[in-house]
């Protein structure tokens, strides 16, 4: 059974970093795709990073402040924050997609499972 848990979250200043992970198991990591994702009240949840055992990307809108990263020998994802900013509040998820390589785009992933989310607040 696939599992994922997120923790890290929480609330920070704007200009503050944030270390979210994402525990998996049930799954073999290593032929998954997995990705971040964020989600506010009435919007559609929205791409952030995605990493494969090939290759990692963040997505333009968080590039220079968000980096993808994972263990692959403890089966765990992570998203490193910095800069954080009020716009970034949000509840974040990890997913992950049954496929060894992500492709081209965060956009292309069809997650099959999530992670029940972790709250990040950032206050000005």
């Known amino acids: 059974q696939v599992q994922l848990a997120e923790s890290g979250g929480g609330s920070v200043q704007a200009g503050g970093s944030l270390r979210l992970a994402c525990a998996a198991s049930?799954?073999?990591?290593?032929?998954?795709?997995m990705a971040w994702y964020r989600q506010t009240p009435g919007n559609q949840r929205e791409g952030l990073a995605m990493?494969?055992?090939?290759?990692?990307k963040v997505a333009d809108s968080v590039k220079g402040r968000f980096t993808v990263s994972q263990d692959m020998n403890n089966s765990t994802l992570y998203l490193q924050m910095t800069n954080l900013k009020p716009d970034d509040t949000a509840m974040y998820y990890c997913?992950?997609?049954?496929?060894?390589?992500?492709?081209?785009?965060?956009?292309?992933?069809?997650?099959?499972?999530w992670g029940q989310g972790t709250q990040v607040t950032v206050s000005s």
């Open positions: 997913a992950a997609e049954r496929r060894p390589y992500c492709g081209a785009t965060i956009a292309s992933i069809m997650p099959w499972n």
């Open positions: 049930g799954f073999d990591y290593g032929q998954y795709c």
């Open positions: 990493i494969d055992k090939s290759s990692a």
